[in-house]
């Protein structure tokens, strides 16, 4: 089992906009082959830091997903609300 976690910066006028394709980004990944858990938080000093924490079965089940049409077809739609490049860190147990 593995754990990725996601970290984001928003651009703060488009932070609510960011919220919506978050979930349905998310929502998409549950589908995934592997996918077991996700969470999206939100730094409680920040409102523009995020931080995704999604659980899969294997590495191989999260870059197949993480390849995948339907993830870069979200990100297309995420990455210009972002003040930065989304920085992924995979841990496993």
Avoid: C
């Avoid at 593995?2 to 932070?15: G, Q, S, T, W």
Wanted: charged share 25%.
């Amino acid at each position: 089992m593995i754990r990725v976690m996601i970290e984001r910066h928003i651009a703060d006028e488009l932070v609510i906009h960011y919220d919506k394709v978050a979930r349905e980004t998310l929502q998409r990944a549950m589908q995934a082959h592997g996918f077991i858990s996700g969470e999206a938080l939100q730094n409680v000093t920040n409102h523009k830091h995020r931080l995704v924490i999604a659980t899969y079965r294997t590495l191989q089940d999260w870059q197949r997903w993480a390849s995948s049409e339907e993830r870069l077809e979200m990100m297309a739609m995420i990455n210009p609300m972002l003040e930065s490049e989304e920085k992924i860190t995979v841990f496993e147990h």
